[in-house]
């Protein structure tokens, strides 16, 4: 199993943020990680990433500890890409996603043309290559979370741990970036994870869904199966229905939005 976690459980001074969170990944997996603000989703995907020290269970790569591997280690295994990365303004795309290669590379040989080739692929994924040269100050919120998710991409990871990745994309470029997670997945057989707060594209693009509502894990399975829980409903506290596209389409839910409505404005 490439990503395995075992009741893990992370305390922020005495809150409690995640309790008793077990996950199983298949190599090659998509699984969408849902659940309302402040539910445990980016506590869980650090806690798998090893940049959070658990108060109990573990997380394991590979059926190695998370927690007994180097960071490079982890590194060359699994890539993580936050909610809120940081990194100079000054810095350009293309130094950003060399540094995301610098795992593979280290401080004692310098990029060689597997390196170079990683980068070109990433920056081309992302639609990046016109504006390698650019800072990241001079990017929109958008082509900023592009420039990340090319630095993830360089890392050349089996795991991809992502937090949110088309939260400040237009609708084109979620679904550039959703259609990218479904190739590295099917053609590369990446395993990924991410934390999604759009039903309907968790529903879209995963093989299985995690439903978390403080810090619990309150569902593990297939989208039909979330479809026809009536788990979102009670866990959003939202009305709406899921609705059958098409026999061989995922249903898609169907926000009840009508109270909003004012006729005339
Ligand atoms: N560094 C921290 N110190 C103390 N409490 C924290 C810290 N980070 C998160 N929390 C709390 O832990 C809980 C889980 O937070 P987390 O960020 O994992 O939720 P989330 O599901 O990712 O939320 P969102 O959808 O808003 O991003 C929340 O109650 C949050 O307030």
Request: charged share 25%.
């Amino acid at each position: 199993m490439p990503l395995t976690a075992s009741h893990l459980s992370v305390l922020y001074g005495r809150r409690k943020a995640l309790t008793d969170f077990s996950l199983s990944m298949e190599k090659g997996e998509i699984r969408a990680l849902i659940g309302p603000n402040g539910s445990g989703k980016s506590t869980a995907l650090q806690a798998l990433a090893g940049l959070l020290t658990p108060s109990d269970g573990r997380a394991e790569i590979e059926g190695v500890a998370v927690a007994s591997m180097s960071r490079r280690a982890i590194a060359k295994k699994l890539a993580f890409l936050p909610q809120q990365p940081t990194a100079p303004d000054e810095m350009t795309i293309a130094q950003l996603v060399r540094q995301g290669r610098f795992p593979h590379v280290g401080l004692f040989r310098s990029y060689d043309r597997k390196d170079e080739a990683a980068i070109e692929w990433a920056l081309e994924s992302t639609g990046l290559t016109r504006f390698a040269d650019r800072t990241l100050q001079e990017l929109s919120g958008g082509e900023r979370q592009r420039a990340w998710i090319s630095a993830a991409l360089a890392q050349e990871a089996d795991i991809l741990l992502l937090d949110e990745p088309t939260s400040f994309l237009d609708i084109g470029y979620q679904v550039e970036v959703l259609d990218l997670v479904h190739r590295l997945s099917r053609e590369r057989g990446v395993t990924i994870l991410m934390a999604i707060h759009d039903i309907n594209q968790a529903i879209a693009v995963s093989d299985r869904i995690c439903l978390l509502e403080k810090g619990e894990l309150r569902f593990d399975g297939a989208p039909r199966a979330l479809a026809e829980s009536g788990l979102i409903e009670r866990t959003f506290r939202v009305k709406g229905r899921f609705v059958e596209v098409a026999p061989d389409k995922p249903p898609h839910f169907d926000v009840e939005l009508t109270k909003l409505h004012r006729p005339g404005s």
